[in-house]
């Protein structure tokens, strides 16, 4: 799911091509985009973009008449600019919005719809769409620490959760538990307030680095390649790759269709997390360290040893 550091590029691209410009038409390919009917999509046709706005997660193009357009891409959503009254692809195109200079189009690349589209008139129509999760990019350490602390749950959860923290997701929460070298099952309520300041330190460089990083990566075009795995990120998308700070193997805890990576080194004092997967296919030799893992795997492949 595209997460502040992308919302934030894609905003400034469509400042860049839709901002000030008049929207021609609109042309909706999927029926479950579109999760309102009143105001109709149409009554955006024929007015001008005034404002381009990142809301959590959450993409807002502002028009004429005090009207709201509220792009949510969720996991698989993603824009391209393309030239004036561009075909939308089979399958994967849901909308484009027309403008004379070129047509925005949405793309969902996944059989599971869950893109979205709300209209809304008004301000206050549009900050019921606010999940109200603290911008770490603008508080400060006290009010950090308060909502972190505001509930007990796992960090890995409280930073990834919309009403907590704003903009946070499953990639960059790795990214900045593990620049904070902190454990993703870590309880809030055990954390210190020297943690609590590494936290804080290592949520805002990590957002600020990678906004910088695509912001030089796209320039002065439009974002095509939006993706949650980086070349360059510590552990994110990077099971079993060494940590580019210990050398380590990088782990993994999956859950459904989330994976947590952590490096076991650097955060968890040398402690392997469990997983459901690889307990599955270990059995009950669930192992405490990554030379038990490697000693393990290696014996079931029938490469020695599973003991010292």
């Known amino acids: ?10 905003i400034e691209a469509l400042g860049r091509v839709a901002l000030g410009h008049r929207l021609e038409r609109v ?30 997660k959450r993409i807002v193009l502002g028009f ?46 996944s059989k599971k719809k869950r893109a979205s589209l709300h209209v809304v008139s008004g301000r206050e129509a549009l900050a019921a769409h606010d999940p109200g999760g603290l911008d770490v990019l603008t508080c400060d350490l006290g009010a950090f620490g308060d ?30 538990l593990h620049r904070a070298r902190l454990s993703p099952v870590r309880w809030t309520d055990r954390l210190t307030d020297e943690e609590i300041a590494r936290l804080f330190v290592a949520a805002r460089a990590t957002l600020e680095e990678w906004t910088s990083r695509l912001r030089a990566e796209v320039g002065d075009g ?9 070349e ?21 805890i999956v859950r459904a269709d989330n994976e947590v990576n952590y490096c076991p080194t650097c955060q968890t004092g040398g402690k392997l997390l469990a997983d459901r997967s690889l307990s599955r296919l270990l059995r009950g030799d669930w192992p405490r ?14 490469g020695g040893p599973a003991g010292p």
């Open 1 to 10: 799911m595209p997460e502040l550091p992308d919302i934030t590029v894609y």
């Open 27 to 56: 042309r909706v390919a999927s029926p479950f985009l579109v999760r309102t009917f009143d105001p109709p999509l149409t009554a955006i046709e024929g007015t001008r973009v005034v404002s381009v706005e990142r809301l959590g």
């Open 64 to 109: 004429e008449d005090d009207l709201f357009v509220v792009l949510h891409l969720m996991i698989a959503g993603r824009l391209r600019w393309r030239k004036p009254g561009a075909t939308l692809a089979r399958r994967v195109g849901l909308m484009a919005l027309d403008f004379a200079a070129g047509s925005l189009i949405l793309t969902e690349a």
């Open 147 to 176: 909502v972190v602390r505001r509930e007990n749950h796992t960090l890995k959860r409280t930073l990834t959760d919309p009403r907590v923290l704003d903009g946070i997701g499953n990639a960059y929460s790795d990214e900045i």
């Open 222 to 230: 439009f974002p095509d390649k939006v993706t949650a795995f980086r």
């Open 232 to 252: 360059g990120m510590a552990v994110h998308g990077r099971y079993g790759q060494p940590c580019p700070a210990c050398d380590a193997p990088v782990q993994r």
């Open 289 to 302: 360290t990554v030379e038990e893992l490697e000693q393990l795997k290696r014996a079931r492949r029938g």
